[in-house]
């Protein structure tokens, strides 16, 4: 089993920036692919951005590429989201998420319980 838990979501003004991070507990943690995930009022979840356990990645949505940076430190078992120049659209509930390799939620099997974003003036 891995537990994770997100913190660091917050109010900011359009072009702010904020840092999540993902603690991960549980072993094998570090065996594992990992990404962030938001989901907004109304829609469906959605790919953010994801890295491999060693290799593979990062790679990112289109809609935040150049604005977010993904990354993992095993050795802390941490995970962490970067978001520059933030956008009214980037307004969401965000989830880290470990597992398989991939873009879609359903391939991964952990999930923290989320944290708020919200991006308004």
């Known amino acids: 089993q891995v537990q994770l838990v997100e913190s660091g979501g917050g109010l900011v003004q359009p072009g702010g920036s904020l840092r999540l991070s993902c603690a991960a507990s549980g072993r094998a943690w570090d065996t594992l692919a990992v990404g962030w995930f938001r989901q907004a009022p109304g829609k469906e979840r959605e790919f953010v951005a994801h890295i491999g356990a060693t290799t593979g990645g990062p790679y990112y949505a289109d809609a935040v590429k150049g604005r977010f940076t993904i990354s993992r430190d095993n050795a802390k078992s941490m995970l962490y989201l970067q978001m520059n120049n933030l956008e009214p659209e980037d307004t969401a509930v965000y989830y880290c998420?470990?597992?398989?390799?991939?873009?879609?939620?359903?391939?991964?099997?952990?999930w923290g319980q989320g944290t708020q974003v919200t991006v308004s003036s």
């Open positions: 998420a470990a597992g398989r390799f991939s873009r879609r939620a359903d391939l991964y099997n952990y």
